[in-house]
Nanobody, 125 residues
Framework: QVQLVESGGGLVQAGDSLRLSCKAS????????MGWFRQAPGKEREFVTA????????YYADSVKGRFTISRDNAKNTVYLQMNSLRPEDTAAYYC??????????????????WGQGTQVTVST
């Protein structure tokens, strides 16, 4: 089993920045990729970004390109999400996800194998 623990959420104003972290523990000897999804009230969970563990290729939703940056520390089994220029529409619960092996796509939450408990990000106007 793999456990994912997120941290770093909070309440900020529009234009501010936040950095989320997600640490994986347990059976982490096989990580293909890690990523972030988010879910706002009444909406489906949506893809935000993903990073392959080796060689570290990154993928972003169009809505966050140029504002969010994903990075990873392989030695710490940790992934980070730097969020800049936050907007009210970024308000959501943010979930860390881990893919043990290639499942066919990063963009569909059904293909990810493990999930964190979520951390709330609220952006006020």
């Amino acid at each position: 089993q793999v456990q994912l623990v997120e941290s770093g959420g909070g309440l900020v104003q529009a234009g501010d920045s936040l950095r989320l972290s997600c640490k994986a523990s347990g059976r982490t000897f096989s990580i293909y990729a890690m990523g972030w999804f988010r879910q706002a009230p009444g909406k489906e969970r949506e893809f935000v970004t993903a990073i392959s563990w080796n060689p570290g290729n990154t993928y972003y939703a169009d809505s966050v390109k140029g504002r969010f940056t994903i990075s990873r520390d392989n030695a710490k089994n940790t992934v980070y999400l730097q969020m800049n220029s936050l907007r009210p529409e970024d308000t959501a619960a943010y979930y860390c996800a881990l893919m043990r092996y290639w499942s066919g796509t990063y963009y569909d939450s059904r293909w990810w194998h493990y999930w964190g408990q979520g951390t709330q990000v609220t952006v006020s106007t």
